[in-house]
């Protein structure tokens, strides 16, 4: 198999795989958040979601990038852009943004952005970290 066929497959699997756990997940957290605070208007879902993939790109970024090993670059087609590519959600938290901002929730947009972006740099800093790579 030519390497750019390769590339494409690893990427299509990878995110394929990627965007149904976000789906299902999400769908896990929004259905948990209406049972236990109905009412509650915050994204957790992409949240969670956002924070995860963070943390799992840090892991397999410590583990195939710059890795002698070339087998590692596939890995990380696979999982690193294919999975955590198609499972993070950076779109959908632009959106959600947008909506709090919209309906006049400003505050809650704004702790939005920042704990997402807080939490997201903290998954890759503790995974690259756990990983011996800091």
Known sequence: MPDW??????????????TLGRYWL??????FQNARWPG?????????????????????AALCIGHEEPSRRHWYLLLGAGFCGGFTTFSAFSLETYELIHDGKSIRA?????????????????????????
């Open 26 to 31: 999400g769908r896990l957290v929004v259905e």
């Open 110 to 134: 704004g702790a939005y952005v920042m704990g997402s972006v807080a939490a997201g740099v903290l998954g890759v800093w503790c995974a690259m970290r756990a990983m011996g790579k800091t």
């Open 40 to 60: 509650l208007e915050f994204p957790f879902g992409t949240f969670l979601i956002n924070v995860a993939g963070s943390l799992a790109l840090g892991f397999i």
């Open 5 to 18: 066929l390769l590339t494409c497959v690893l990427l299509a699997a990878g995110g394929g795989a990627g």
